[in-house]
């Protein structure tokens, strides 16, 4: 497949299993542009990611994922309907949170984070990371 040719910084996320985390993106609105078998490039909402099969390691455990991708986009709702049963519970919905961020965490493959935060919200650390990491701990650890 071809090289999209965009202009920007792009996540590369691991996969335990990529044709699985390709079909979730997909659900999000993405499509998948360019890439080779163990690496995929998928372009949606004005934004790129990248997937990679995942080798063998320690985070390759979804209770252990670090991983976390934002897609900032005026979209918000649009992709919530898309994946409602896939939102991050309490919650549950976008919302404005605290310091007038408007956005909404969804649970991803392999314990990934995706946080959708509309365009001109204030991305601050403090208490809202609190409140989505607790949230994010839980869904993990009810996930499998």
Same mark, same amino acid.
């Given at each position: 497949?071809?090289?999209?040719?965009? /202009?920007?910084?792009?996540?590369?996320?691991?996969?335990?299993?990529?044709?699985?985390?390709?079909?979730?993106?997909?659900?999000?609105?993405?499509?998948?542009?360019?890439?080779?078998?163990?690496?995929?490039?998928?372009?949606?909402?004005?934004?790129?990611?990248?997937?990679?099969?995942?080798?063998?390691?320690?985070?390759?455990?979804?209770?252990?994922?670090?991983?976390?991708?934002?897609?900032? /986009?005026?979209?918000?709702?649009?992709?919530?309907?898309?994946?409602?049963?896939?939102?991050?519970?309490?919650?549950?919905?976008?919302?404005?949170?605290?310091?007038?961020?408007?956005?909404?965490?969804?649970?991803?493959?392999?314990?990934?984070?995706?946080?959708?935060?509309?365009?001109?919200?204030?991305?601050?650390?403090?208490?809202?990371?609190?409140?989505?990491?607790?949230?994010?701990?839980?869904?993990?650890? /009810?996930?499998?």
């Amino acid at each position: 497949m071809p090289i999209p040719s965009t /202009t920007g910084a792009f996540a590369i996320v691991p996969c335990n299993d990529l044709p699985g985390a390709l079909a979730f993106w997909e659900r999000l609105g993405f499509a998948r542009t360019g890439g080779d078998g163990n690496y995929y490039i998928l372009t949606g909402w004005d934004c790129e990611v990248h997937l990679t099969q995942a080798g063998s390691g320690p985070w390759s455990v979804p209770e252990t994922n670090l991983f976390g991708v934002f897609i900032r /986009t005026s979209d918000v709702d649009a992709i919530a309907t898309r994946v409602d049963d896939l939102i991050i519970r309490p919650g549950g919905v976008p919302r404005h949170r605290e310091r007038g961020l408007y956005e909404c965490g969804i649970a991803g493959p392999d314990g990934l984070l995706v946080r959708v935060p509309a365009h001109g919200s204030v991305v601050t650390f403090g208490a809202l990371e609190t409140e989505i990491c607790n949230s994010v701990r839980g869904w993990r650890s /009810t996930a499998n």
